[in-house]
């Protein structure tokens, strides 16, 4: 277990939640309620737990600015801990279908698994808290990619241009994860919240 999913044990374990469009319900997003007929994982819906009406990935674009963060567990009473899975990308990103198919190509060649594990399931979550420091935590080698978000984010805080000019050209070519999740986040943060700001205007000097 790295440091920073022992100090999410420990914290209040936030999750977020959003509306179903039909009951209007709130529930996490979770892989298994997904569902595609057999062979068309990229036609996959989302199952409402508490209607069962099919939702389709266009839909998160009305879901998400409607969710709300939730405390999950009492935690350590000073520790706030935020998971997201790569399940609330936002519509133009990850799709619900691509999660699928990397389910089934992961089911044809279990050495899949653990891409499908990471970047479908995981490897999107971390703390609120101190800022940490965005040179230790680039540096280190299991930073996850919301670690390299926030450290490109106290870059544009810290009004470091070249140093985030640099960072976000090596991130895009490394993988479009990177894009992905500052546009969930971007997305998820409340208008008027500093991490919108930041993240918004870190996502300008993103090379396209
Ligand atoms: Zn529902």
Request: proline share 6%; with cysteine; charged share 25%.
């Amino acid at each position: 277990m790295s440091r920073i999913e022992a100090a999410y044990e420990e914290s209040d374990k936030r999750l977020y939640f959003v509306p179903c469009p039909t009951c209007r319900e709130f529930q996490v997003l979770k892989f298994p309620q997904l569902r595609w007929p057999k062979g068309g994982p990229e036609e996959a819906v989302y199952v409402c737990a508490h209607c069962g009406q099919e939702i389709h990935n266009h839909q998160k674009q009305w879901m998400l600015p409607r969710g709300a963060w939730r405390a999950t567990a009492k935690g350590d009473g000073k520790t706030a801990g935020f998971h997201l899975s790569s399940l609330y990308s936002p519509v133009g990103w990850f799709s619900w279908g691509e999660a699928a198919m990397q389910f089934e190509q992961a089911q044809k060649n279990p050495s899949l698994l653990q891409v499908f594990v990471n970047t479908v399931l995981g490897d999107t979550w971390t703390l609120l808290g101190e800022a940490p420091d965005w040179k230790k935590l680039y540096d280190r080698r299991e930073a996850t990619t919301l670690d390299r978000v926030h450290a490109a984010m106290l870059l544009q805080a810290g009004g470091r241009a070249n140093a985030l000019r640099s960072m976000l050209k090596s991130e895009t070519e490394r993988s479009p994860d990177f894009l992905r999740l500052a546009n969930a986040l971007s997305a998820l943060y409340p208008k008027e919240s500093e991490e919108k700001r930041l993240l918004d205007a870190m996502l300008l000097s993103a090379p396209r």
